[in-house]
C-alpha cells in the first residue's frame, strides 16, 4: 500500500538535541574537547557592571570558529546557517527553541574586543593542537594572500607636504579635471597627519608625475579601480581616509585595489595552521619573513 505523509506541527514536543546529534558528529567532537571559559576573565575588563546583557564571549568565539569552518564571511549568512543546522546549535549551546543573537551583535562584538583578545583564543587552540601532538614543529609552509580592504579606490585623497600645500598641487596633482576643481574631504577621516603627509623622495614623485601625464589630459574620473587612472594612483601619493591602514596593491589580471596582506603559516605534520598575521599590502613577501619567522 502506498503512503502518504501528512504534516501537522505539535503543540507541545518532547525533543532534546544530544538525542539527535550523533556521537560521532564534527561538532559534538569539537564541543567535548574544546574549553574557552578562560575568556570570561580575559573579556571581563571590555564589559560594564550594568545594563543589558551582552552575547557570551564564548558563544561569540564559537559563531568565528564556525564562521572559518563553514566558509561564511558574512554575520548575517552566519546567523541563518546555524540556525538550520542542530548541530552547530548543539555546539554553541543553543536549543532548537532559542532565537540567535541578532547579526549586528556579532559585528559588533567583533569590533569590542582588541587583538589580543583573538590572539590569545588561537595560542590557546594552537597548544591544544601541541598537546595532541599534531604540530611537528619540523617544516612550516608559508604563503600569502591579499585581503580586500573594507574601503573603495574611489575614496582616495592626495597625500600632502606638510607645508607650501598650494604649489604642491599645482606642480604634482595630475589626476583628473572633476578633482582639480574640488578639493574633497571625506566625512569622517580616520588617517592621521602622518598617514596624510607625503614621505616620498623628489626622484619618486618624478616618475610618479611624468606617467600621470600620460593619461591626464583624457582621463575625466576618479581613479577607482574601473577606470584607466587606477593604474597610476601610488601609495606614495595616495590613501584612504576611511582605511588608512589599507595599501593599494595589485594580482596579474585583476584591477587595483585596496588590501591588506594575509600571512598564513602552516605545519606540514597535519595541516595545522601555526601562524597568521596581517600586514600592509605595499611589502614584499621577503619583506615580512623576518617578522614571521619570529612569531613562529
Not at 574601473?226 to 596579474?252: C, E, F, L, M, Q
Request: charge should be positive; glycine fraction near 4%.
Amino acid at each position: 500500500m502506498q503512503g502518504f505523509k501528512i504534516y501537522q506541527e505539535k503543540l507541545f514536543n518532547s525533543f532534546q538535541l544530544s538525542d539527535r546529534v550523533p556521537i560521532t558528529n564534527f561538532y559534538r567532537r569539537l564541543k567535548e574537547v574544546l574549553d574557552l571559559d578562560f575568556l570570561y576573565t580575559d573579556t571581563e575588563q571590555y564589559y560594564g557592571s550594568s545594563g543589558q546583557k551582552s552575547i557570551d564571549p564564548v558563544v561569540f568565539f564559537k559563531f568565528c570558529l564556525v564562521g572559518y569552518l563553514e566558509n561564511l564571511v558574512s554575520d548575517r549568512k552566519l546567523i541563518a546557517h546555524c540556525s538550520m543546522r542542530l548541530d552547530i546549535l548543539y555546539f554553541l549551546g543553543y536549543d532548537i527553541d532559542e532565537e540567535l543573537p541578532w547579526h549586528s551583535t556579532i559585528s559588533r562584538t567583533r569590533q569590542l574586543f582588541p587583538e589580543v583578545v583573538f590572539e590569545s583564543v588561537f595560542t590557546h587552540v594552537f597548544q591544544m593542537c601541541i598537546s595532541k601532538g599534531m604540530v611537528s614543529g619540523h617544516t612550516q609552509c608559508i604563503d600569502s594572500a591579499p585581503v580586500k580592504a573594507n574601503a573603495s579606490m574611489d575614496s582616495l585623497e592626495l597625500k600632502v607636504p606638510s607645508q607650501d600645500l598650494e604649489a604642491h598641487l599645482a606642480e604634482v596633482r595630475h589626476i583628473s579635471q572633476r578633482d582639480k576643481e574640488v578639493f574633497r574631504k571625506a566625512k569622517y577621516n580616520k588617517a592621521t597627519e602622518s598617514q596624510q603627509t607625503i614621505t616620498a623622495n623628489k626622484k619618486q614623485l618624478d616618475n610618479i608625475r611624468s606617467r600621470n601625464r600620460k593619461w591626464s589630459k583624457d582621463q575625466d574620473m576618479r581613479p577607482g579601480s574601473g577606470n584607466k587612472g587606477s593604474r597610476y594612483t601610488s601609495n606614495k601619493t595616495h590613501y584612504s581616509p576611511t582605511d588608512p591602514d589599507a595599501r593599494i596593491s595589485v594580482k596579474p589580471g585583476k584591477a587595483r585595489k585596496l588590501n591588506y596582506c594575509s600571512q598564513l603559516s602552516v605545519d606540514t605534520a597535519h595541516h595545522v595552521i601555526t601562524d597568521i598575521h596581517a600586514y600592509h599590502a605595499d611589502g614584499k613577501d621577503n619583506q615580512h619573513l623576518q617578522d614571521i619567522t619570529k612569531r613562529l
